[in-house]
């Protein structure tokens, strides 16, 4: 059964930085594009950045320069660094295969706030 399950939020300042994880099963983690998504209070899920099994990354505009999404294969984990965060980056982030496939997780909540 596919799993993914997210952690590392919390609440940060502007301008801080966190790192999110995403511990996926083996057979989600090796043959997929990983995302990482979000969805803020009101608005649907976005999708914010990708990375292909080789390497190859893609970000939403609002995110090139401060987030950099990696993956470990060795440990099926994939991250996200988020440095220079906004206010507007307050959401509940989410993993899952890109294009999504799988159920979500419970997500992780991450707060930008003074």
């Known amino acids: 059964q596919a799993q993914l399950v997210e952690s590392g939020g919390g609440l940060v300042q502007p301008g801080g930085s966190l790192r999110l994880s995403c511990a996926a099963s083996g057979s989600i983690f090796s043959i997929n594009a990983m995302g990482w998504y979000r969805q803020a209070p009101g608005k649907r899920r976005e999708l914010v950045a990708t990375i292909t099994t080789y390497g190859s990354t893609h970000y939403t505009d609002s995110v090139k320069g401060r987030f950099t999404i990696s993956r470990d294969n060795t440990k099926n984990t994939l991250y996200l660094q988020m440095n220079s965060l906004k206010p507007e980056d307050t959401a509940v982030y989410y993993c899952?295969?890109?294009?999504?496939?799988?159920?979500w997780g419970q997500g992780t909540q991450v707060t930008v706030s003074s």
């Open positions: 899952n295969a890109s294009p999504q496939y799988y159920g």
